[in-house]
């Protein structure tokens, strides 16, 4: 089947809620998404939730929430929720299907968008999220797989019902479902989440239209999350023209931003009234007959199989549009109802998790400060690299080295380690002067010792060391402080072996 239909397998259930589905759309973390029509004949998505979820009674009552939420917001540009069942034995619901591709797949099989395009894309867009918003919802996770492209403008998809799924989450492993490189900034500091973020990631999809590229470039986790907290957009490539508007909606600060309203009418300074007819590049728009499901309407179901293995719904890794990762919840406290880990959630009890997010930023910061000019750190191995080089890094920077020197190596491990113990020990509203000068000596020696070590113990305990401490920033970035307590204990371990591979050597 062409144009995202796939033939339904023995694992699929061919009847949801009454409705027969007739191909499948997509696989995803949430569960599957298939085509289905409604009695009148309109082609309709059904999302069918994984078990995993629909065992949780906490993300049925969520889920029931945003769903409801969801049939609140009625506009031109978003894609209407007509029915659903939290309640059933998988919980589902069903959208208008809309006969295009999503901005992700165009710009990845056709290539970045003109001009024209991309502000017919932002105008579109942004009056979904004048209704969206008119409806008291915040999206929280528009990316270009969430906008679809019809022939008479984009559709908004998906607002507001992954976040039960994420908020679920939190409450059993503090991870939530999200996309991190359109995170703003606020969510990445999980702070509380406003319209603000929605026309942030509004101008990360201009960007990403008209250039094919991400605004903060490629990498890890990590990696976005520094760039979107302290790094300027990537616009080469932009056109002149929309850059200002983009910029402003890629402001750090949430009230620097535009409100979509807003957005509406620069683009409209900007274009003109839009006038009837294709807006779609050519290659995009000759793809979308491949979209027509009219032809399924009368498909045949597939072979029988056994009972009860049509409803089975797999534990893919990804959300309904098969591209979201985990990342901390920007939001919602993690509610306690149907909690059942034993472990305390990250930032519960001690009230840790929240701190450790901002110490790992500023530990971040001041590990790119300890490498010196050209320097990268390099993700794969844990080691310093030369800037250009072939890696996988974290940022670049061209700032001097911490004006306090290390005098050794050795002296330099042992004064972070000894420091590390003492930030392990500092209450809520301790001071982090020590910790943080811990952290920033033992960068400086880490780099020292990956551009100058020939020693075979001394580079095995470096690489160990730096692998460790990449691995606290994650989780440090990702708030779980309690792993991020684990890890800086086994930072202080390796320095052991550290210090005694250098004392070995003079």
């Known amino acids: 089947m062409s144009g995202g239909f796939t033939a339904l397998t023995p694992d699929d259930p061919r009847e949801v809620g009454g409705y027969v589905l007739r191909a499948r759309l997509g696989v995803g973390g949430m569960g599957r998404v298939y085509l289905a029509f409604s009695p009148g004949g309109r082609a309709l998505a059904v999302k069918v939730v994984r078990s995993e979820h629909a065992e949780d009674e906490e993300f049925r009552r969520r889920f029931a929430q945003e769903v409801a939420a969801a049939q609140r917001v009625q506009g031109l540009y978003t894609v209407p929720v007509v029915d659903a069942d939290p309640g059933a034995a998988l919980p589902w619901l069903a959208t208008a299907y809309v006969p295009g591709p999503s901005l992700r797949h165009a710009v990845h099989e056709h290539g970045p968008f003109p001009e024209s395009a991309v502000l017919r894309l932002l105008a579109g867009v942004a009056e979904g999220l004048v209704a969206v918003h008119a409806s008291g919802v915040v999206h929280r996770d528009l990316t270009p797989a969430n906008v679809l492209l019809a022939e008479d403008g984009p559709r908004v998809i998906d607002f507001g019902i992954a976040h039960a799924a994420a908020a679920t989450s939190l409450t059993r492993t503090g991870i939530s479902v999200g996309t991190p490189a359109f995170m703003a900034p606020e969510q990445v500091r999980g702070r509380s989440v406003t319209p603000a973020v929605d026309v942030f990631a509004l101008g990360h999809l201009a960007v990403f239209a008209a250039t094919g590229r991400s605004a903060f470039g490629e990498g890890n986790r990590e990696a976005m999350f520094f760039r979107i907290l302290g790094e300027p957009p990537d616009l080469a490539g932009c056109p002149e023209r929309i850059r200002p508007l ?261």
């Not at 690489?463 to 204990?489: K, N, P, V, Y």
């Open 246 to 506: 983009v910029l402003r909606c890629l402001a750090k600060e949430p009230a620097e931003r535009p409100s979509p309203g807003e957005v509406l009418a620069q683009v409209a300074g900007l274009a003109g009234p839009a006038s009837p007819g294709r807006w779609l590049p050519a290659p995009v728009a000759a793809s979308l007959p491949a979209y027509d499901a009219s032809a399924h309407r009368s498909t045949t179901a597939a072979p029988d199989v056994t009972a009860g293995s049509g409803t089975r719904v797999d534990h893919a890794p990804t959300g309904f549009d098969g591209t979201r990762v985990d990342h901390r919840p920007a939001a919602y406290p993690p509610a306690q109802v149907g909690y059942r880990s034993t472990r305390t959630p990250p930032g519960h009890g001690s009230g840790r998790g929240a701190l450790f997010t901002g110490f790992a930023i500023i530990a971040a910061a001041l590990l790119v400060l300890a490498l010196g000019p050209g320097k990268v750190w390099d993700t794969a191995t844990g080691l310093f690299d030369d800037a250009g080089a072939t890696t996988t890094t974290v940022a670049t920077t061209t700032a001097e080295p911490p004006a306090t020197p290390v005098d050794t190596l050795a002296a330099g491990c042992a004064e972070a380690i000894e420091s590390i113990t003492a930030f392990k020990e500092l209450p809520r509203s301790g001071d982090w002067t020590s910790g943080v000068a811990g952290l920033q000596h033992l960068a400086t020696g880490l780099a020292a010792a990956g551009r100058a070590a020939t020693n075979t113990e001394v580079r095995a305990a470096v690489e160990s060391m730096a692998t460790d401490l990449t691995t606290a920033l994650g989780h440090g970035l990702t708030g779980d402080g309690e792993q991020f307590l684990a890890m800086l204990d086994k930072i202080a371990t390796d320095g052991d072996a550290l210090i005694t591979a250098c004392q070995g050597t003079r």
